[in-house]
């Protein structure tokens, strides 16, 4: 069964470390809990928690969903087994993994949109369009929400929070964008971009504005996650396409063999197998990975267009989130390969999480 990152998101081993417990005396619970008669009292595999890459059973490696950590909780405070401050790390455990998802999907979607990223009067400027696409809102929504501002006693300063760069082109430039206007999907409203403090103060609005706690709490995260990051991606220069090909091929001739079914590829390479650079994070998306080792593993090219099908295309962004997802529901007898690419995702996470300490100071 495929793991679903948005319900199972804790590590037990975080888990064992917040009640303050040795590792032996958590199964213990767990074993307790799994099978007891009473359902008010039992946790259910697929509902609690989840067993993922294991090998045997004494080397289960179990990801608990937030009612699956709170149900060990609060058996472990009824049998007396923990204090007030196992239970409020416990709580402050599942508040912390929560931030981290929302984190996470902020990050992805910044990522995937930020093509219009450009740097004018030591500013950095990102397209309305694409404003609305990491803030998951309409354009009506977020029209909505500057007018507010606008009117408000602190409105936004056109040149410092927004601007529109069709205005900045001189006459004959324009003349070409209107001509092109008529042929594409291109207008003067593309022309019109945020700076991070103009993304900041959205933010702030829209954490007030919209109905749901989720939402709300997305649009908030967005004003402190999303600026450091589009620092980054203004300052990081893409590897050239020689340097990818370069590392691809070290991969390559380092591992020697497809890292999901263990074919290797013959001297020739040629019937048995045909060994690929995958990118773990895409290329295209995730431009700053792309020369990275630990985001490039070799793999079969069948297994590696069978994923990109199963994940809606060539074109579609991926992350290492989407391939593990991937080789659990193909491959699921593959532990060893399923354990290799969990590590590499801590790896990688680790150097995502790194990017705003990348940052000349003062930026």
């Not at 058996?75 to 929302?102: C, F, H, M, P, W």
């Not at 609005?205 to 997305?218: F, G, N, P």
């Not at 893409?238 to 074919?263: A, F, H, L, M, W």
């Amino acid at each position: 069964m495929t793991f679903d990152r948005e319900v199972f998101y804790i590590n037990e081993d975080s888990l064992v470390r917040a009640f303050g417990q040795e590792r032996r005396d958590f199964d213990e619970v767990v074993e307790i809990l799994a099978s007891s008669p009473d359902e008010a009292l039992q946790i259910k595999e697929y509902v609690h928690f989840i067993i993922q890459g294991y090998v045997a059973k004494k080397q289960a490696i179990r990801i608990f969903s937030q009612e699956g950590a709170i149900a060990i909780a609060s058996y472990l405070d009824i049998n007396g087994k923990i204090d007030k401050t196992a239970i409020d790390a416990v709580l402050s455990l599942i508040e912390q993994y929560r931030i981290e998802r929302l984190d996470t999907q902020i990050r992805r979607s910044v990522y995937e949109n930020s093509s219009s990223l450009i740097q004018r009067n030591d500013r950095h400027w990102l397209a309305r369009e694409e404003v609305i696409k990491i803030f998951r809102t309409s354009r009506n929504k977020l029209s909505s929400v500057f007018k507010h501002i606008q009117e408000s006693g602190m409105p936004m300063i056109e040149g410092v929070d927004f601007d529109n760069l069709y205005l900045s082109f001189s006459w004959s430039d324009r003349l070409v964008m209107d001509y092109l206007e008529e042929d594409s999907q291109i207008t003067r409203s593309s022309y019109f971009y945020f700076s991070l403090s103009g993304l900041e103060r959205l933010s702030v609005e829209l954490s007030k504005e919209l109905r749901t706690q989720e939402r709300r709490e997305y649009c908030q995260r967005v004003g402190e996650v999303a600026p450091p990051i589009l620092k980054f991606l203004a300052l990081t220069p893409s590897p050239s396409d020689q340097e990818i090909k370069r590392t691809v091929q070290y991969v390559k001739n380092k591992d020697r063999r497809c890292q999901i079914t263990g074919v290797c590829r013959d001297k020739y390479e040629n019937r048995r197998v045909k060994l690929v650079g995958h990118h773990l994070y895409d290329r295209k998306t995730y431009a700053f990975l792309a020369s990275d080792p630990d985001n490039i593993i070799a793999i079969d090219e069948l297994v590696s267009d069978d994923f990109h099908q199963w994940n809606g295309g060539n074109h579609v962004s991926c992350t290492i989130d989407d391939f593990i997802d991937y080789v659990e529901w193909k491959y699921p007898q593959k532990h060893e390969a399923i354990l290799m690419l969990l590590n590499r995702r801590r790896v990688l996470l680790l150097k995502l999480s790194q990017f705003q300490r990348a940052l000349p100071e003062g930026q």
